[in-house]
């Protein structure tokens, strides 16, 4: 294989204008189909998909789990009620001029104008919303004792100051059917310890006040959502300021964590990495004596980058963004490859020494760590089956790319390297394989990783791995005390292909619902059934209306209100509203027919995506009782009960053990690929033995000091184990050609290992000095498996290699 890329050397060093020229028509053709790509950027594809979780997997991504921004506005001592509403209103208007283009909606002002439209909606459906309770009720006020008090009732209120308010009321509802059916609909509505003071939704004891806004955008979208965040902290301080000593307010809600998560990553990535970089830079610059090496070195990790984006643009036409990002995280192992031949031409290898010293190496690490990166298509996760591919096809690419490309450009003449030595390359030469301390401490960390491998937990609470600022965690424990959310909150979700069946499911679910709470096994529950329901059930009530209201009946009480109002001095006439209802051919409504409902938004419970649909009840409950409310709707058809964390914990929970059966096939594969190169078992023992051990000590030291894996992590734990098997191949390989030349090739090999554990803390392992939460876990992570790596492969590896190969021992 070494005489085939020295050919293509000397080819193309005899042409280096067509080298040159073809490079760059290539790169061009690869950046013109990588950048029509298109991505997805949902983390739920990091689950992953089976038959099992499919359906559940299709309700996650079509239903609304409300997402809204809850403002929290609380009065302080000088503060009165006024100056809570006050604040309140003025919030409301600036938010509504200055990021309507942000706001799909602000919930918690109600006015009058939107109370009679309420009214007005029930009444003109009133079909719709009585219940058989309803109906005992009308029974009894129909009867001509009960119209005659009512109406008593209705005249003195009309002649009192209140009268010229409740007069159009009292005229087209005599029987307030209007005020029996808008009960029902609370069932949407406010929390029991609030209730509605000056047209907004303020606590019992008129100290706190919320309204409830509804981004245009989702939680993902952060790049719209940070100019709303910024608009919504500015109008906070604007207020803040303005009612100073008697009003203030704060946020949450998970737009807002987004925002902030997305920004706290930028800022530390932009901190860490960019120090990183310039260090990282300037070393090699030293190192390899060259202005121009940082291009050369990354050159080929982009040409493998833009080489699989270009072919996974071919096979899909959109790709995870996720797992790109990811990816571009694990391009650091494609680094190895352009380090391993950078030294061995800085240490003035011919051109043929190098080929045959390099290209057996380089192509093994890079097939190996490919095969172990595609492992990743045989779990059921689009997103990392995506990086999967991405990462093999960068690793096999920036390899083949490195070995034609940087003998080209960078050459022993043009190093001007002298006898001089760094630091580096005194640790290169160091006999770490020969010191017994450094030898016990490895065999040390070994012994005490057999007992801590096990203790090692996942962390299935992704929201654990989010950044919350501090004002947002304190209006988090604020609201949770508000609204006594220490309970638990589940939703019951009915889906189907047709909007009607999953209305249909949700009837009986208000039905069920209404049971578990007079049985008090639910503390409360929010549903939409008790006012958009089925067809089905729509025309049942309709039809049980018109069997109540017969003609006998309609005649009775109007005879019934007309002699009684004749008491009083009402006209015969007066009711006529109230009579054309009763004569009234109502039909079922439609769902666009609730838009007139200003007060409720339909769109938090009910759901349509590409012709799937869901319909969400929002259940309260105590922690003890979850297992038996999922029980009770287990074998309800088109429902699931859906407990988010729950959900996250199951399905990350497969994930983990996804991994664990991926780990087992990527070693798998690797040994059987290092046995077919090697044709030796022994050789393969010596650096199958190392990658493992590496495993053993980083979970080892990762379950002494109690680290936790998470969704994060996992990932980039592949990224250890493909830097753990070049470094192992690398070892081998020099110590074999220390063997067959008898010259002490191996300080070159490990000079490459030193320089990439180096860029990896750097690059990596600098994260730790990061506050969000999931950097720190992935910096953590990667400083403990580099350095055992490191470790393992410069102590126990010669000393197998010497046991195995040479058959002697080499501590003295």
Known sequence: MDKIFLSIFHFFNRKKAAFV?????????????????????????????????????????T???SDKIVVIIDRKDKGSLEDLTDYAEAFVDSVTHQLSDYTKAIQGQVDD???????????????????????????????????????????????????????????????????????????????????????????????????????????????????????????????????TDRVSSSYFGGTLIAVANAQQIKKDIQITISIALTILMVL?????????????????????GLLSVAILFLIRNTISAISLGIGAVLLGVTLDYSLHILTHIRNKESTTELYKSVTKPILMSSLTTALAFLCLLFIDSQALQDLGIFAAISVMGASVFALIFIPQVYTAKNTGATGRKTLIDALSHYPFHRKKVIIGAVVLLGAISLFTYNNVQFNKDISKLNYMPPTIKKAEKHLEKLTNAASKSVYIVTYSDTLQKALEANDNILIALTNLEQQKRITSFNSVAALVQSYKKQVDKITKWNFFWTPKQKDSIKQHLITSGNQFGFKPETFNAFYNLLEHSFSPLKLDDYSALNTLSV????????????VSSLVTLENNHVDALKSQFKNTPNTMVIDRQAINETLLGHLKSDFNTLILYSFAVVVLLLFLFYRNLKLTLVTCIPIMLTWCITIGIMGLF???????????????????????????????????????????????????????????????????PALYSISIVTIIGITSALLVAFTIQPILYDLLILKKRTLN
């Open 603 to 614: 769109d938090d419970f009910i759901a349509s995506k590409n012709g799937f649909h869901t």
């Open 63 to 65: 239903a609304h789990f």
């Open 113 to 243: 104008d939107t109370i009679y439209e309420t009214l007005n909606f029930v009444y003109e459906n009133a079909p719709l919303f009585i219940t058989d309770t309803d109906y005992k009720t009308l029974e009894n006020r129909r009867q001509k004792d009960a119209i005659d008090k009512r109406i008593e009732a209705h005249y003195k209120t009309l002649i009192s100051p209140s009268g010229f308010i409740a007069k159009q009321t009292i005229v087209k509802d005599p029987l307030g059917i209007s005020l029996l059916a808008v009960k029902h609909l609370q069932k949407l509505g406010i929390h029991k310890e609030f209730s509605i003071k000056n047209g907004f939704i303020v606590s019992k004891n008129e100290s706190h006040l919320l309204l409830f806004i509804t981004p245009k955008y989702g939680s993902s979208e952060t790049n719209k959502n940070v100019a709303f965040a910024e608009g919504l902290y500015a109008i906070q301080n604007q207020l803040n300021t303005a009612f």
């Open 21 to 61: 020229l073809l490079v760059s028509l290539f790169g061009i053709l690869l950046m013109s189909i990588a950048s029509k790509i298109s991505f997805e950027e949902d983390i739920s594809k990091l689950i992953p998909e089976n038959t099992e979780n499919k359906q559940l997997q299709k309700v996650l991504n």
């Open 284 to 304: 090699f610059i030293l190192f390899y004596k060259k202005l121009s090496i940082p291009l050369i070195l990354f050159t080929p990790t982009v040409f493998g």
């Open 706 to 772: 109690h680290i936790e894996f998470n969704i994060f992590n996992v990932i980039i734990s592949t990224f250890i184990f493909g830097l753990g098997i070049d470094y192992s191949i690398f070892i081998t390989n020099g110590l074999m050609q220390q063997q067959q030349t008898g010259i002490d090739t191996l300080p070159t090999y490990k000079t490459s290992v030193i320089l990439s554990v180096i860029t990896t803390l750097l690059g990596v392992g600098v994260l730790i000095f990061a506050k969000h």
